[in-house]
């Protein structure tokens, strides 16, 4: 049985915000500085350079102090047109929010309705630019959060590099936890965002654009003005940003990077990978399925029985445990919970977390089959992924 004693703050364990390792926290809380001070333009010249590898791009990246959406709109304003037919993947509440971004900038917006927790198929892109060859935008998740489900980005893009239509990826929830490298996979805007496997507190929107999609962001009408990546083009050329920089999560992103360069990216994908596969090999013993057929690995969404009002089993694992999951939206509110593996996650972290789930379920509804043996199973099963002996 796990250690269940009082603790001063929640196992945060969600797709996002995720847990800050210490020295990042150590970074946030150090005196203010301007960010117009040659101290302050190096770090973030570095900084700027080294996003480039994790995007692993050519092409310069850009960061709005903004969430994640925010990103979303910059990729999307900076290349469209009003009135420009637009191909939206809607396989989940982020790809709702994309497609209605597009719609509110005047675009002519065709939603390639997907099963929740399914993941879209090249060969539905290829059907969809046949049908509308006037598509000047695919617009996708890499990562649908809302379900976990994992999208296939570089079959996409190879539909996507044989037509007019620019390939928008949000990766807000891959970026940095998988292999995602832009300029092999011909993606022509990417997204990230700054409290998902960068580690951060969420203020920090990441956005590049291929060669290919540069063409497009000098003719686009469609309005800009904090967004206008062609204006931030010219900041960063002088080592500033557009508009006043988020100096603290910059000076934090600075160490993420220096650790992301030591560790190297496959390392840091390795270890997100790791903690998905422990999950789903506990989940198997507690008698849960995975919601997604093609899950992503930053995250788990696990499917509930009807018995279990997943409303109940968060407030439960909260409540008693201290551990914070995430449960479903809209449609799938009460379904499902999400967990999350990025982040400064310990193996003792994830442990935590499948004990409090597992007698959480004991807790809320009838599972006769689910014991005490059944959960030392799960964690039985979750440390041996752990410890690389499955």
């Not at 302050?40 to 959406?69: E, I």
């Not at 360069?261 to 994908?269: E, I, K, L, P």
Request: proline letters at 6%.
């Amino acid at each position: 049985m796990m250690d269940r004693s009082p603790k001063s703050a929640y196992t945060l364990m969600t797709p996002g915000p995720v847990p800050v390792p210490p020295d990042v926290l150590n970074t946030l809380a150090e005196p203010m500085e301007h960010h117009r001070t040659p101290e302050f333009r190096a770090v973030f010249q570095r900084v700027m350079a080294r996003l480039k590898d994790v995007f692993a791009t050519g092409q310069n990246v850009f960061m709005h102090t903004s969430t994640g959406s925010g990103g979303m709109e910059s990729a999307l304003v900076n290349v469209l047109s009003p009135g420009d037919e637009v191909l939206a993947v809607v396989s989940g509440k982020f790809g709702e929010r994309w497609a209605e971004m597009a719609e509110a900038y005047g675009a002519r917006v065709h939603r390639l309705e997907i099963e929740w927790g399914h993941s879209v198929r090249p060969e539905q892109i290829e059907r969809g630019l046949r049908e509308r060859p006037g598509t000047r935008i695919v617009l996708t998740q890499a990562c649908e959060t809302s379900t976990g489900a994992l999208h296939p980005i570089r079959e996409i893009a190879a539909v996507t590099r044989s037509s007019e239509a620019l390939l928008l990826v949000d990766g807000i929830t891959a970026l940095g936890a998988m292999p995602l490298p832009m300029d092999e996979w011909g993606v022509d805007a990417l997204v990230g965002g700054s409290q998902k496997a960068f580690m951060l507190p969420t203020g920090l929107a990441f956005v590049a654009f291929s060669a290919r999609a540069w063409e497009r962001v000098e003719r686009a009408r469609c309005p800009r003005f904090y967004f206008d990546i062609r204006a931030e083009r010219d900041a960063n050329s002088n080592g500033e940003t557009l508009f006043s920089s988020n100096v603290p999560l910059i000076k934090a992103l600075d160490v993420v990077l220096e650790r992301f360069a030591r560790q190297g990216m496959d390392a840091v994908h390795a270890r997100i990978a790791r903690l998905a596969l422990a999950t789903r090999a506990a989940a198997r013993e507690l008698g849960l399925r995975g919601f997604a057929p093609q899950p992503s690995p930053s995250l788990s969404a696990l499917a509930l029985p009807s018995s279990v009002d997943g409303q109940a089993l968060r407030s439960e694992m909260e409540k008693t445990y201290r551990v914070t999951v995430m449960g479903g939206q809209d449609r799938l509110k009460g379904k499902i919970v999400r967990i999350g593996h990025m982040g400064d996650i310990r193996d003792e972290d994830e442990l935590t977390m499948i004990d409090a789930l597992g007698r959480a379920l004991m807790a809320c509804g009838p599972a006769p089959s689910l014991d005490e043996h059944r959960l030392g199973a799960a964690l039985d099963a979750a440390s041996a992924v752990l410890a690389g002996r499955a």
